[in-house]
Every structure is written in C-alpha cells, then in structure tokens.
C-alpha cells in the first residue's frame, strides 16, 4: 500500500483504452454498415456481377464509360440536377419565411408553429400518396381548380413536361416542415439585445433583416443548407411511389435508377458504378459547399 | 487531520519546460494554507495536483506521511470545492450534499444526519428540497461548502471559492469559511487571486508567481519583509512604490531614480559594491510633514492625482520615470498640482537586489501596535 | 400605436393564409378519409357525415395492426440502440481524453458525407447473407451508429463543465456511473431530442423496409401504404386516405408534443 510505483504504459494508456471501449460500439458498426460496403461498392463497380451480387468479370472503368455515354443516365443525372435546383431555393426560401413569421412574439405563435412544423412528421410515403391524390387528373384538386378557373387541365404526373416539377412541389411540401425548425431554432438563438440596440438606432424591418438576421443566422443557413442539397440528391421514395421514374424516363432520379439497375435489372456492377457517381457529387457539393460559404459564414 | 507535504514537485506538460517547479512546502495538520498568485501562475495545478486531478511529473506528493503521487483522488482522503461550484444541476440540495456519501456506500439513516448536521450549520436546511439552479449565487457556495463538509475529509481543498460572489458576500463569506475550518480543525488548502482574501483568511500564505514559489510565510510578514520586488508589489493595495536606485558614492544612503536621496545608516553593510538596486516605501509610510518634525528625508512634490476615501487620502506623485503613491489616513484637502511636503523616513525602505530581486534590507520600526502597551482603560 | 396594430393585422394574415396552405393537404386528406366514393367525386370538402366505414376497411384489406405493431418495434429499437450508441461514444469524445481522439471524431463526421444510398447494395447482400431479411434486427442495427446524434450529444456534453467530473472523481465515481448517474440526467433535453429524431425518422423509413420485407412479418406501415396504394388505385380513396391518417397520426402526436423540444435541440446541434 505505503509504495506506489511510477504506473507503467498499461495504466498510461488507460483512458486510450477505455475511450477506445466507449465508441466500439460506434465503430463496428460505422465498419460494417458504412466503410465496408462503401469500399464494396466502389469494388463492385468495377465489375460485372452475378445474381447475387458477386464480383464476376473485371470490367475495368468500362462501367463508368458505359454511363457516362449511356443517354438512360446522362438523363438521369439531368433529371436530378433539375430537382436539386427546383427544390432547394425555394424549398429554403420558403422555410425561412415561414420562420420569420413565426419569430414574431404573437399570441398564438405556437399554433402557427406547430402548423409549419407539421410536415416533419409526416412520412414520405404518406405525403406521396396525398399528393398522388392531389395530382389526380380527374377527381384530384388542382385540376379541379383549373377546372373551375376555366383553364386547360395538366397532366401533373402523366405529362413528360410536368412531372418533374410535379414532384419538385410536393418535396418542397415534405421538407419545409424540417427546415422550419431548425430556422426557427437559429432564428431564437439570435441575441435580442442585437435587435434592440439597432431599435435605438433607428433602424427599419428590411434593414434589421438584412444586417442582423440573415449574418446571425448564417451558420443555420449553412447548416440547412448542406442539408437539403445531400436529401434532395437521396430522393426516392416520392418517386417510387408518384411516378415510378417515368413518364419517359423523366423523374428518373438518381437513387431510384441505382435502385432499379439493382433491385430489378439485378446490374450490380453498374448501379454500383451509378452509388460511386453519387457518392462523389455529394462529396463535392458538401466540399465546396463549405468552402465556398464557410468564409462568408458569421461565427459569433 | 493530516500534513500535506510537497518534496520537489514539478509540472510539465508533454515533457517540455515545467509549468511548476521544486515546490517544497509543508502544509501542517490543521492548518489555513492560501496558494495566492496572479492568474496564469501555476496556483490552480498545484492544488489540481494535490487533488489527484492532474499527473505529477516530478517530486514527491506525501499526503498524511504516505507517499500519494498516483493515487486515484478518490483515495487521497480531501474534499474539494470548485470555483464555479461543480453542483449536479439534476439533484437537489439535499442529493447533492449526500451524493459523496451514497457513492461511499454509507448507510442512508447515517447521510441524512449529516446531511441535516451540515444544512444547519450552514442555513441551508429550507432548501434541501430544491435544485441548484433556484438557489442564488451564495445558496449555491453554501451548498458546495456542505459537499466538502459532509464528507469529513481531514484535508479540505478550495479552488478560487468566493470569486463568482459580489463584494459584500464574499467578505461575509470569508469569516465564515474561516470560522468553520476553525471549529471542525481540518487542513484548508485554499487558492485565490486575491490578496485580501490571502491576508485575511492564511494562517500562512505562499505566494507562487511563474510556477516558483516567491515567498511562504505569516501573513503579516510577507506584508512586512516582502521577499522580493514581486511580492513587494503584489502584496498591499496600493502596491509598494518601488524605484530603481544606487548607492550613494560617499556611502551614507541611496539615491532613488537619480533625484531623491535617501540616508541611511547602515548604507555601508548593505552595499559592498555599487550594484544596482530596487527601493521601495509602502505608501503608509510615506508620511505627512508636520510642524516640528525633525529634518530628515523631507521633499516637496507635485500632486498628479488624489482620491479621498473618506476615512483615507491616497495621492500620486511623480519620482522620476515612476508614479508614487502615498496613503494617509483622515480627508486631506489636496488638489491635483498642489506641492506637498512629504517625509521619507529612511528606516521604512526595503532595498533589494535589482539582479537577484533579494531582500537585502528590511524595513526597520514598523509599528506594532498592542492593546497592553497602547491604551489605557 | 396604430402603426405596431397595423402590422400585427398584417403578420396574422400572413401567418394564417400561409400556416393554412402548408396544414391544407393533411387536412383534405382527413376530410377524405370519411368520404364515401361519390362523395369524393363530387368534389366536395367536408364529408356528408363523420362515419368511420373507411377506417374499418383499411384495418380489414391490410395487415394494418401487424404492420402498425412492427414500425412502433422498429422504431423504439432504432431509438434506444441510438440513444445507447451515440451517448456512449459522445461521452468518449468529451470526458476521455486520448491521443489521437481529435483524428477519430473527424472520421466519425466525414462518414456524413457518405450517403446511404451509395452502400445500400452491399448492406442488402451484408443482411442477406446474415440471414436478417424480414427481421427486426435487419431492420434496425443498421441505424444504430449516427454521426449527427454523436455531434448533438456531444455538442450538449461539451456544456458541462469539466468540474462535475472532478467533483466525481474526488467522491470516487466510476468512469461509468459518472456517465450513467449524472452525464445522461444531466442531458436529457437533448437525449429526448435525439430519441424523438430518432424514432421520427425511422418511423418515416421507406427505402430499406422496402428492399428487406418481402413479406409481412416485419413490414412497415410506410410499405402499407404503399402496397394500399397500389392495390386501391384510383377505385377507393377514401380507404386510401384513412390509411394515410392512420400512419401519420403517431408521428404527428410526436411532433406536436415534441415540437419546441425538437427545435430547439436540433438547432443547437446544427449549430457549432
């Protein structure tokens, strides 16, 4: 008891050892749910597979050239280029809007806040299918108020042109709720003494806005950001459930043709080429997304 | 109640230059002992070190005549108080103070006497049933005074414990920790910032600046025959005016900043060389010239500040580069540009080596004061 | 005075015209579900009457109570499997100090960036080959480890001053009864969070229930409603619709209750 010896490199690196303890749990399951198939895919897509997913003629790059020249993905990629530029804009724009009418201190606020968030819970493919209701060329709303306005009826999901957009609206419907909330959160987390001072100063409600909200609440911004762009590139199941990809092909997102190249067409080589592509966009975009923003971001 | 000694302790972090070094100091059994210094001065990881907190990487650490360097801290028998209070914002009053006891395994009839013993001793007991953050600022350091009390460690730690409080609180508090330590006789190891509270509370303080101790002692005597230049000026408020000066070359006294001569007496024994040197004067005794007074060190200088306290008056003056202050005791009516006459009793200087920064003479007739000898009833 | 009026006439207005576009087709859809087939043909907004026929159907061409049992399972194992791994490794990353700890963390953000989608294919065939498909623990272990709910936990921890651990530490705590008895007490604002994400999004799940039930034992509502939806095209909306309201009622009860809670969470794990 009375000697207590110099501990050893066994008892040094006990918090290594513990620590390491505490995130086991994390990392055999980030190993094998995450890093391995991720490198199993990008193996994969170098191959040509049998039915069951094993690697079976090594094709080289030629599942990427076959891609990058075939007109079924280059449409593909388009379609989801589109998307991302329909929905997110808007998508954020109009969250942050309702999130400013919903800062302002009103009887009642929580109402309206529980309204805007309402979205959040409701699920892809229960949103899909009130929207296919929507949609419906005869008995659903929207053609009903064309009809009633005496405008010409839309094929919203049956029409090549429409589609696409028909399903950019119903995904900026689904996503608001989400953005809302963390908008609203940024939003609350603004100092209001920042407001006050500028009160004294005399300052105006777009002037507020533009100087002291929007820089306040620009990690938020940055945040939801990064957020919808990665969701909007995930886009799956309102597709499997509204248009199945078509018509033509048109609303033939990328994880739904990994997803049928898969899962039906049992082409694991070249979904997986298609997995790989998707996994770099969205390296990329979150890449330069934080480059490109992360100066311009106000950290307090 | 148990020693606390520290034999060469030093501290380093990844090896490289110590952050402390060769502390050695021997706390007694039952002892007040302030660790005071400037922030940044190495007063925290010391007693860090005590606690278990952090690793020793030099020296011996003898807690109760056991060598304790790597014991866990829960092993080292003391109870610590931290600066902001460290309570368990999920447990009440009453679970907070227990919570040391339950973890020991004592028995849950035992806790709650405590626990109760504690409370009253400390006015706590209306709020055992509430949680830390209805409590204010002092309920809450009451409330951690009782954790360390409860546990009956012999050896009690505080880390900076009055600092979050207001002014008035802490003055209060200060007699109460002190009064408790005395009543239960456990040994107190307190840090603090703060030379008020190191003078008021230390039975004995140390001053440590950079990681080194400057000085261990009494309180009154490291105020009186400060150790170095330091602790000259860390110790007393306003600090000590300190000068460089030189000897005079007939060796009958200094000269201070070139423009102020000071005789002494025993000049011969302190200078056995021109070196150069430091003076300094507690503004306390730089002294009013009054009609009658005997010649001496008498100057005349220009008023650049004043502040009347009241029951005080404090002015600056310029001595060369430096600003000197003086203190004097009852409402002077002084303007800033007035020249006054002030007397500069040779005896009240410390001298140290500007090199060494060593105290090499102390102030003699320091008055000390006693009930006996000075009033008659 | 009349000018702050006029603008809070002005933000009402806003803040109902556009709270009720956004509620408008959930409650459409709760309109519909009591509305028999003529009645939806007719075009019509309120039903005739409040009967619950649709209802009763929907319960008796689905598996729906099967089905309802099996998200709720889901759910509440994905939740706490969450809860349990995330927590663990968040309190690594505050209150275990290690060399190499910084490293580790960067690796456990980057695999953010790593989206689902692109290591569904392996996973498929990983769960195939366990012989997982159509059980539970296919269903949910994949779920388990989540980055983002390692960031909010840890993001919470961080709030905690270090001086709770030394105050355990002195009383003689465990490593482990400090994380179980004040760490997770402590947290559990944010702990309630990360369950109610938790169970919201897998409740929401459609992708990976749709790829590994292939028949009803585990399945999902969410691949109900598609099955439900597919079956009843365009001949009985009505059932279709009290399908729909079914589903979203346990979600939307979450939210409504946890809405502040949820929003105030996230943000600050959105936040650095």
């Known amino acids: 008891m009375t000697t207590v010896r110099a501990p050893g490199v066994w008892k040094r690196s006990a918090n290594l050892r513990v620590g390491f303890l505490y995130l086991l749990p994390s990392i055999i399951l980030f190993s094998v749910f995450l890093f391995y198939p991720m490198i199993r895919t990008i193996y994969l897509s170098f191959f040509l597979t049998d039915q069951n997913g094993n690697a079976a003629v090594n094709v080289g790059f030629e599942n990427y050239s076959y891609l990058l020249t075939s007109p079924a993905f280059l449409n593909s990629m388009k379609a989801t280029g589109l998307f991302v530029l329909y929905t997110v804009p808007i998508g954020i724009i109009l969250a942050l809007f309702f999130a400013l009418l919903a800062n302002e201190k009103l009887k009642g606020i929580g109402f309206f806040r529980t309204m805007y968030s309402s979205t959040m819970g409701i699920s892809v493919a229960a949103s899909s299918v009130i929207w296919l209701f929507l949609f419906h060329p005869s008995v659903g709303l929207f053609n009903r108020i064309l009809l009633a306005i005496n405008l010409p009826q839309i094929q919203w999901l049956l029409d090549p042109e429409w589609a696409l957009v028909s399903i950019a609206i119903s995904t900026i419907w689904m996503n608001t709720g989400f953005s809302f909330l963390i908008l609203l959160g940024g939003l609350q987390n603004i100092d209001e003494h920042l407001y006050e001072s500028s009160r004294i100063d005399g300052a105006g409600y777009f002037y507020r806005l533009r100087r002291i909200t929007i820089p306040m609440l620009s990690p938020t911004l940055f945040f939801i950001i990064t957020i919808s762009l990665i969701n909007a590139f995930q886009t799956f199941g309102q597709i499997d459930i509204l248009t199945k990809g078509g018509p033509s092909q048109s609303t033939n997102l990328i994880v739904y043709s990994i997803y049928r190249e898969a899962f039906i067409n049992y082409q694991f080589g070249t979904a997986s080429a298609q997995a790989v592509i998707l996994f770099i966009i969205i390296l990329v975009v979150t890449v330069l997304q934080f480059k490109l923003l992360e100066k311009k971001v106000h950290y307090q | ?377 | 005075m009349r000018d702050s009026t006029l603008k809070k006439v002005w933000i009402y207005f806003l803040l109902i015209v556009t709270s009720v576009m956004v509620f408008f087709p959930v409650l459409y859809a709760f309109m519909i579900s009591f509305m028999s087939g003529p009645e939806i043909l007719q075009g019509k907004f309120f039903p005739e009457s409040f009967k619950f026929d649709n209802y009763l159907k929907v319960f008796d061409r689905l598996p729906l109570v099967k089905y309802l049992l099996n998200s709720f399972i889901v759910s509440l194992t994905v939740m706490v499997g969450q809860l349990a791994v995330c927590s663990l490794a968040a309190y690594a990353f505050v209150f275990i100090p290690f060399k190499g700890r910084d490293f580790v963390f960067f690796i456990f953000i980057s695999t953010m960036m790593i989206p689902w989608e692109a290591t569904m294919i392996p996973n498929f065939f990983t769960i195939q080959k366990l012989d997982w498909l159509n059980t539970y623990q296919g269903m949910s272990l994949p779920f388990f480890a989540l980055a983002f709910g390692t960031f909010l936990l840890r993001q919470h921890f961080k709030t905690i001053p270090k001086e709770l651990q030394e105050a355990s530490q002195i009383a003689g705590l465990s490593r482990f009864a400090f994380f179980w008895k004040v760490i997770l007490p402590v947290s559990k604002t944010s702990l309630v969070t990360l369950g109610a994400y938790g169970f919201l999004t897998t409740w929401n799940m459609y992708l990976w229930p749709l790829l590994i039930t292939t028949n009803s034992s585990v399945r999902t509502v969410q691949i109900g409603l598609k099955q439900l939806q597919s079956q009843e095209m365009s001949t009985d909306w009505g059932v279709v619709m009290a399908g729909v309201i079914v589903v979203i009622i346990p979600t939307l009860l979450l939210l409504f209750i946890g809405q502040k809670q949820l929003q105030k969470g996230l943000s600050q794990g959105a936040l650095k």
């Not at chain 2, 395994?105 to 949680?131: F, H, I, N, P, S």
């Not at chain 2, 404090?314 to 004097?328: C, H, L, N, P, T």
């Open chain 2, 1 to 377: 109640m148990k020693r606390v000694e520290l034999i060469d302790v030093s501290k380093s972090y990844d090896k490289q230059v110590d952050v402390i070094s060769n502390i050695d100091v021997t706390i007694e059994p039952g002892e007040f002992f302030v660790l005071v210094g400037p922030s940044g001065c190495g007063k925290s990881t010391m007693l860090r070190m005590i606690a278990g907190l952090e690793e020793i990487t030099g020296g011996v650490l003898e807690i109760g005549g056991k060598r304790a360097n790597h014991l866990s801290p829960d092993k080292r028998d003391l109870s610590m108080v931290f600066q902001n209070y460290a309570l368990y914002p999920h447990l009440t009053v009453g679970q907070n103070i227990t919570f040391g006891l339950d973890v020991k395994k004592v028995k849950k009839t035992v806790q709650m006497e405590r626990a109760k013993e504690v409370a009253e001793m400390l006015g706590l007991t209306d709020y055992l049933k509430r949680k830390p953050r209805e409590l204010s600022g002092g309920q809450r350091q009451r409330v951690a005074l009782a954790r360390a009390i409860v546990s009956e460690a012999p050896i009690c730690l505080m880390d900076e414990p009055l600092s979050n409080l207001d002014a008035k609180l802490r003055a209060h508090m200060r007699t109460e920790i002190r009064r408790i330590q005395r009543k239960l006789g456990i040994t107190m190891i307190y840090v603090t910032h703060d030379q008020v509270e190191a003078m008021t509370m230390g039975d004995r303080i140390m001053i440590l600046h950079d990681g080194k101790i400057q000085q261990v002692g009494k309180p009154i005597d490291i105020y009186n025959y400060p150790a170095n230049p330091f602790v000259a000026s860390f110790i007393g408020a306003p600090p000590m005016n300190i000068s460089p000066a030189r000897m005079e070359p007939s060796k009958s006294g200094i000269f201070i900043e070139d423009t102020i001569h000071v005789s002494m007496n025993e000049a011969q024994s302190i200078a056995s060389s021109a070196r150069s040197l430091l003076a300094g004067i507690r503004p306390e005794h730089i002294k009013p010239v009054i009609t009658g007074a005997e010649e001496g060190n008498k100057i005349q200088v220009d008023v650049t500040n004043v502040e009347i306290l009241g029951n005080e008056t404090v002015f600056s003056f310029q001595v060369g580069q430096r600003e000197w202050m003086a203190k004097w005791s009852g409402q002077w009516d002084m303007a800033i540009g007035d020249k006054v006459p002030i007397l500069l009793g040779s005896e009240y200087f410390c001298v140290f080596d500007e090199e060494t920064g060593e105290l090499i003479r102390k102030p003699e007739g320091l008055e000390h004061l006693s009930i006996a000898k000075e009033v008659s009833i």
